[in-house]
């Protein structure tokens, strides 16, 4: 709402932004139209004043918390420097029609003080597009055409104050026919102010002194102008390729590395044209390096709306806490394969499960050419190997091969993240390891007797080292705090005992001062 109501404040600020000064210079804009200026006038005071209300209703966070109470939201409005710009520019000035007459709409100037709800609108677009340097640019463009438009109406001005027609650097006299419609008029303003501004084209020479001046001032606003949009201009077309630069970088490198290896022409194409896949389809992006600036939280919840389906899926997760979900989720690394790649051999070790976000993959026999069966979207594999679950025919080695028949967008997670996640979670753990037994048993995978042997003596060496490890780093902690607390108790003691002696000293003085008086007496 708030975002909403910026753009109907801005309707008004940027007609008199645009509207005024053209019709206190151009004197047929303002005869001629003039109850169509006195109706868009007023409607725009109005909204100044609906605007003045709403700032008394919006809300400030103080201390993280929206304060709401609108009395101290219109006591902190009055005490803002805002307050006294909005209370300026709603002046009744329109009284002075009375005095001067109609034909002098410069005395609703002080309009323009609201420009900074505009600047403001301005902002928050460009926070909210998904197009930012396209609307700087045009921010950029709005910005030029206003202040060549307020050049012109100027130059109309001047040309007037010195004589139409004088020389040839003022306006042509009005008496011609074809210079008296007010089209012309404008026109013309605007093209001598576009090529005085911009530095570019021949415009006629000054002959007056004052006729100097205002071409001096011109030129210099000119040059000011002319590095604003080379210096805007060049920063926003950089941006805008940015990301194609550090892309083509990369791949100008590992070009230039297997140039020095002498890597296979095969191998070198399969290479360009992943980075060519991945830079189509919008897929270069490190989702890591983009979410770091998010706090944690929020970066939680955007893994979760983009992630947490896709992992449900899984068989062994489907039924786990939400806690974990979330860290697995947040663990998840998106991988990208090639036409002919293969995501795992039977016999490797596995270290990691797959979960399909888009693609095809197939289970191939060692030929690498016969197809058992085909993976698609939503389809996951390697889950049983990462748990490491004890009495497990296949151990953690991989049963098959697996390949990709295209482009293909993978989830990774790895054994090392699921079982650090699984550490602050005992109970799911015991609930996941026995889902896979279970998935074992059903596809006649698991060995019962190995099964109920008991834990493995090396997972239980692996446990007690990892608990004499966390042994010792709780110790480690606890020294520290004890030496903080020894430190803190020791600099407590000695203001106690400065204390004390102020205290001893300042009522020697007393007792001494009592002893003197009745001497005295």
């Not at 921010?139 to 012109?152: D, E, G, R, S």
């Not at 040059?223 to 940015?242: E, H, P, R």
């Not at 060519?276 to 970066?299: C, G, H, I």
């Not at 190997?385 to 991989?398: P, T, Y």
């Amino acid at each position: 709402m708030y975002y909403n109501w910026l753009f109907i404040i801005t309707c008004p600020v940027m007609y008199n932004w645009t509207i005024i000064i053209m019709r206190a210079c151009f004197e047929e804009m303002q005869h001629d139209y003039l109850m169509t200026w006195f109706i868009l006038d007023y409607v725009s005071d109005f909204v100044y004043l609906c605007d003045m209300m709403f700032r008394t209703r919006t809300g400030y966070l103080e201390q993280g918390l929206l304060v709401k109470d609108e009395a101290k939201l219109r006591d902190r409005y009055k005490k803002s420097f805002q307050f006294r710009l909005d209370l300026a520019s709603m002046v009744p000035t329109d009284v002075l029609y009375f005095v001067v007459g109609l034909n002098y709409p410069e005395i609703r100037m002080n309009k323009l003080l609201r420009v900074g709800r505009m600047f403001e609108f301005f902002e928050r677009t460009e926070t909210r597009t998904n197009f930012p340097n396209v609307f700087r640019i045009s921010n950029l463009v709005m910005f030029i055409l206003i202040i060549i438009h307020w050049n012109a109406c100027m130059y109309y001005s001047v040309s007037k104050w010195i004589g139409f027609g004088d020389d040839g650097f003022v306006y042509p006299d009005p008496s011609d026919p074809e210079f008296a419609r007010l089209v012309r008029k404008y026109a013309y303003s605007m093209y001598w102010s576009t090529l005085t501004l911009t530095t570019i084209g021949e415009t006629p020479p000054p002959v007056k002194n004052s006729e100097y001046f205002f071409v001096v001032t011109d030129f210099l606003v000119g040059v000011l102008i002319f590095a604003t949009i080379v210096g805007n201009v060049g920063s926003m077309i950089t941006n805008m390729n940015q990301a194609r630069a550090d892309f083509q970088a990369r791949i100008d490198s590992i070009k230039q590395y297997m140039a020095f290896r002498h890597v296979s022409k095969d191998l070198e194409r399969r290479v360009i044209k992943s980075f060519d896949y991945l830079w189509t389809n919008k897929k270069a992006v490190d989702e890591r390096e983009v979410l770091k600036y998010l706090p944690d939280k929020l970066r939680a919840e955007i893994a979760i709306n983009v992630h947490l389906d896709t992992l449900k899926k899984v068989r062994i997760f489907a039924d786990c806490e939400a806690g974990l979900l979330v860290e697995l989720v947040l663990k998840l690394q998106p991988q990208v394969f090639s036409p002919g790649d293969y995501i795992c051999k039977k016999g490797d070790i596995g270290r990691e499960m797959y979960i399909i976000k888009e693609g095809k993959l197939a289970v191939v026999a060692d030929d690498g050419v016969t197809q058992f069966v085909v993976l698609s979207d939503g389809s996951y594999f390697g889950e049983i190997s990462i748990l490491a679950i004890k009495g497990s025919k296949a151990g953690n080695r991989r049963t098959a091969n697996i390949r990709s028949i295209g482009y293909s967008d993978l989830f990774c997670l790895s054994k090392d993240d699921l079982m650090e996640a699984l550490t602050e979670y005992p109970d799911a753990k015991a609930m996941l390891e026995e889902k896979g037994r279970q998935i074992l048993l059903k596809d006649n995978l698991l060995d019962l007797e190995v099964a109920a042997q008991g834990p493995d003596p090396k997972e239980m060496e692996e446990k007690v080292a990892h608990m004499s490890n966390s042994l010792e780093g709780l110790q480690t902690r606890y020294a520290r705090l004890l030496a903080e607390h020894e430190a803190a108790e020791g600099k407590l003691k000695k203001r106690l005992a400065h204390l004390e002696r102020k205290m001893a000293v300042s009522a020697g003085v007393v007792f001494s001062a009592e002893m003197v008086e009745p001497e005295k007496k």
